[in-house]
């Protein structure tokens, strides 16, 4: 990759301070670490409640399936992180998987059906990225916007009814590569390849410029207009690999997604670190804190608690982990 | 007043208001009755007594994601208080609104005591008091108020509707507080530059935390209205009212950034976006395509008047 502009690394190399590994380690993923640590302490307290929480079978259930939101988050993390907002993409979501379920059920080929909502997805905020760039609308505006016109055409289109009668080599949410499952894969590889990009490559190290000071990103450069478009677009490409993954994970498609998706992709990546002013944040955080979601989900469940009080139980956790992060961030400032 | 300070967003959107009512009259004739607007009026107070609190709240440059799920939890602890714990009616309706107003003290709390960012604070507590409001009501819906309850939601008062009348006085109330009071003129100093009104020895903190407490009430005596319009509770009400709302400011010129936006563009926005949904659906169209439509107008309202403002300035 050609770099455009020579951003400085993230902290200068330092072989003399070797020792304050784990210190800088949470200096950097501070947020990332409290994350982790909450997912490791939930797994322990409950598995002394309930030994069956551990069973490999349940894991794998909870985390792919839920693999869809931490892709989306991937997305939303990269647009938070430039100073923006998305709240259309549970819309967008919806609309594209249903593109991948009537293609496949009208005879189109199988890849057809499992590009088309990712260039669909692509060109949608491609439009909603000129509008905030060029347009200067703020991108929650537009996004407001996009939600009631996706939306609106999400329920005119299918007029409620579900897709159903999936041909078999669609599903591919079900299947297993080297015994582990595809959302799981998917999951993995796109965090991890997401992350390195946005560390080391010249276009990733401009999101963050361009989140921590757009004016002075404009001094260094960068063509501040242009990637903000392109980061809505990739934005866009990642809410189609969610779609697909949810589109494909059972053998149906509903015409609806679960409401308030949006919410919660947007609350697991601020969770994860990625800070709504923009600048900060990994792409790690985002996909550890929709594991964290959906842990305590499923710990509910498993200690016998009802179901109705998982949301004021989430919400009570993303309250304490704001609060949290803001008292560190002050210790320290 | 010259005829300059005409050219401004809020008669732009008086004007489509105008032609959007002229052209949907003539689509149907049941639209501009007077039963009809009235009726149209009963429908959009409770988004609208939520609006009119959040045009404080984004003209200080903040948000409240909240207020639906605090509507949901009124809705549904004004059930629980009356039928469950016992209480009188009016007793649970004041127990039930000043929980509510507490739930927005909370999110004020949080704002200026933790400088958390209110689009998160309100991302937090949008999930934990709707939560709290699932928890609490475990799906169960609460019904058969006394008669006199509904008078609120359903009845009339000099034949126009109880709440249209609430709605009315809130809107006068709000405006005259927001554009001739020195609180007002504090809302729009805190939106435009919140460090320049701290140093210039403004009470920032406590009207931000007043604002949000605001709108907690608004979204609780919301909720009151609703239950008592649509006869029963459940947890689920209000969902997404937060997004209307916000719709609603934003198409009447409030800017998302603050410092700038009226109560009266925040009313003219809400009676064009429940023109539109009305006048559309009795010429026939569905109600999908009139969704589109508001998102539609939304983005491309802003994108004109920031034309507009761009070429006006210079």
Redo the contacts between chains.
């Keep these: 990759m050609t770099a455009a502009v020579d951003l400085p690394p993230i902290r200068p190399r330092n072989g003399a301070r070797r020792q304050g590994f784990l210190r800088r380690l949470f200096a950097d993923y501070g947020q990332e670490c409290v994350v982790l640590g909450a997912i490791v302490l939930l797994f322990v307290v409950v598995t002394f409640i309930n030994p069956r929480f551990v069973n490999t079978n349940n894991l794998i259930t909870i985390f792919s399936g839920n693999a869809y939101i931490a892709v989306a988050a991937i997305g939303m993390a990269m647009v938070i992180m430039t100073g923006n907002?998305d709240?259309s993409v549970g819309a967008l979501i919806g609309v594209l998987a249903t593109i991948a379920g009537t293609l496949a059920v009208s005879g189109y080929p199988i890849w057809f059906a499992l590009t088309a909502p990712i260039l669909v997805g692509m060109a949608v905020n491609t439009v909603i990225g000129v509008?905030v760039a060029y347009?200067?609308?703020?991108s929650?505006?537009?996004t407001?916007?996009?939600?009631?016109?996706?939306?609106?055409?999400?329920?005119?289109v299918t007029g409620g009814t579900w897709i159903t009668d999936l041909p078999p080599d669609f599903l591919i949410a079900q299947k297993r590569l080297f015994s582990i499952p595809v959302p799981l894969i998917f999951m993995i590889v796109l965090t991890v390849a997401a992350f390195l990009w946005m560390r080391y490559s010249a276009f990733g190290r401009s999101i963050y410029a361009i989140g921590g000071n757009p004016e002075a990103a404009v001094a260094t450069g960068i063509p501040v207009e242009r990637r903000l478009v392109s980061v809505f677009a990739i934005h866009g490409a990642f809410a189609g690999l969610a779609a697909i993954l949810f589109a494909t994970q059972l053998q149906v498609i509903q015409s609806t997604v679960p409401?308030?998706l949006e919410?919660t992709i947007?609350?697991a990546t601020?969770i994860g670190g990625v800070s709504?002013?923009g600048g900060t944040g990994t792409v790690i955080g985002s996909t550890l804190a929709t594991i964290l979601f959906a842990t305590i989900g499923s710990a509910l469940i498993f200690i016998n608690v009802?179901a109705?009080?998982?949301?004021?139980?989430?919400?009570?956790l993303?309250?304490a982990t704001?609060?949290a992060d803001?008292?560190r961030r002050?210790g320290r400032a | 007043m010259n005829w300059r300070a005409l050219i401004r967003h809020e008669t732009f959107l008086a004007l489509l208001l105008v032609l959007v009512l002229v052209v949907l009259s003539f689509q149907s004739d049941r639209f501009f009755t007077v039963a009809n607007l009235l009726n149209q009026g009963r429908l959009m107070t409770e988004i609208g007594l939520i609006a009119i609190a959040m045009t404080f709240v984004i003209a200080t440059g903040g948000i409240d994601l909240s207020v639906g799920s605090i509507l949901g939890l009124v809705a549904i602890l004004l059930g629980v208080f009356w039928q469950n714990v016992g209480m009188p009616l009016p007793m649970a309706m004041a127990a039930a609104i000043a929980a509510g107003t507490f739930a927005g003290f909370l999110n004020g709390f949080i704002i200026t005591r933790f400088r958390v960012p209110p689009l998160i604070a309100t991302l937090a507590t949008l999930a934990l008091y709707r939560g709290l409001a699932e928890g609490i009501s475990q799906a169960r819906s609460v019904r058969g108020y006394p008669d006199w309850f509904y008078v609120l939601g359903q009845g009339e008062v000099l034949g126009v509707p109880t709440q249209l009348w609430i709605l009315f006085a809130a809107a006068v109330i709000a405006s005259v507080i927001l554009a001739y009071t020195r609180w007002g003129r504090t809302v729009y100093a805190i939106g435009s530059n919140e460090v320049a009104s701290r140093f210039s020895g403004l009470p920032v903190e406590t009207t931000k935390l007043a604002l949000y407490t605001a709108s907690g009430f608004a979204a609780s005596l919301a909720a009151v209205i609703f239950v008592s319009r649509v006869s029963t509770t459940r947890s689920d009400m209000g969902t997404g009212i937060e997004l209307d709302a916000i719709t609603a400011v934003v198409l009447g010129g409030t800017s998302i950034f603050g410092g700038r936006g009226t109560i009266i563009g925040t009313i003219i926005g809400l009676c064009l976006i429940q023109a539109l949904k009305n006048g559309l659906s009795l010429a026939g169209v569905k109600g999908d395509g009139t969704i589109m439509l508001i998102g539609a107008v939304l983005i491309l309202a802003i994108l004109v008047s920031n034309i507009f403002e761009r070429s006006g300035s210079r």
């Design positions: 907002i709240v509008l347009g200067r609308i703020p929650i505006v537009v407001l916007g996009a939600l009631s016109i996706l939306r609106g055409g999400l329920i005119g409401p308030n919410l947007i609350t601020v709504i002013l009802s109705y009080w998982l949301r004021a139980v989430i919400g009570l993303i309250l704001v609060l803001m008292l002050r």
